[in-house]
């Protein structure tokens, strides 16, 4: 085949090979295009020596007249000798051109509670205060003599109240974030309010503690519908632990069924550990439809962990119960701003955003709370 044309042959593919690196996100074609590159890259370099050594000259000497060369016309005649010898080797494209993948990669584990999501949500929208009834008992019919007065059966009621909760987020991107065409950054910022708004929801759920701008949490002792339970006190994670947590749920005439149990991972680890004598598993836990021995589970972070030795005597680590029994109003729909006034002259938008919400326990002796108790 003929060299030159070989050559011109190597060089289209390459500029080729360029044009389709530059489109191409897959990992698999463009580690194939590096491998092709670096194949024709070698074939063009052959290519070049051979044509180098069939375009040699016989180079003549020169003949110096000293009686009528002058000192510029030998040193002419020296560059014309080593510009002669010198062949000239292209050297563009030796390595593939850096791509940028246009995609980011997500956070790859769950960054809010899935309790969020399966508490009692409740559409307010412009409203200022939530009021809840519950009953807290009823009453026993009696048997009555002829012409006595009727047994009365009055139920007992009680009732919470809902105040409106402010809760913000604020983020600041530069203007080159916003205006990078391949990597979504703005979404993703806003992703980022919402993901971090539930985040503080999910604490407040828990741990909000019933005073002014905030949730009355499960764990909270503002929580009037949980104010005549006694938590259950654990010093470590037993194989009786699960038992101890649903008989002492609910009343007396049933054993309660659709409670779900919130607790830390750790906590989540110390039931899976159980063994029995034989070396067999206590408990079966299914990680995919959450659930320890069928009994539903939700892992939350802001639950303290009893196996953990750094959880103090008298804290709550789990709850159990119907997650109905836990409300969520929303007074009003989230909103974001955006502005570029703020920090107008260092090219910075800012982000804020704010939801007004609140929760608190609906339900009378709707949770069952587990304390962390100290060892004897």
Known sequence: MNLEKRRKEIE????????????????????????????????????????????????KPIVIDTRTDNKETLELRGKQLRENRVIQVSSSEVLVPETVSNNLAP????????????????????????????????????????????TETEPAFGYVTITKVKITAYTEITE?????????????VLKNINVSLKKKISEQILRGAGTSNTFTGIFSDQAVALADTTPVELSAITDTTLDDIIFAYGGDEEVE???????????LRAFAGLRTSEGRKVHTVDYINQTI?????????????????????????????????????????????????????DGIICYKASVFTGGNVVGYKGFLRIKKKAVA
């Open 12 to 59: 289209a593919r390459l500029t080729e090979i360029r044009s389709l690196v530059e489109a191409e996100s897959d990992v698999t074609k463009l580690e194939a295009f590096d491998t092709e590159c670096n194949t024709l890259q070698e074939e063009r370099s052959v290519i070049d020596k051979k044509m180098m050594i069939a375009s040699k000259v016989e180079i």
């Open 107 to 150: 956070v790859p584990y769950a960054q809010v509670s899935t309790l969020v999501d399966k508490v009692n949500i409740i559409n307010l929208n412009g409203g200022e205060t939530y009021k809840k009834s519950f009953v807290k008992s009823n009453g026993i019919a009696g048997t009555t003599a002829e012409g006595a007065a009727y």
């Open 176 to 188: 080159e974030l916003e205006k990078l065409p391949s990597i979504p950054y703005q979404s993703e």
């Open 257 to 267: 069924g659709g409670a779900v149990l919130i607790l830390n991972k750790n906590d």
């Open 293 to 345: 021995d069928g009994i539903p589970y939700v892992i939350n972070s802001h639950c303290k962990a009893i196996a953990d030795s750094a959880t103090t005597a008298g804290e709550y680590a789990m709850a159990y119960g119907s997650l109905k029994n836990y409300e969520v109003p929303i007074f009003s729909p989230v909103e974001i701003g955006k502005s570029t006034d703020y920090k107008f002259k």
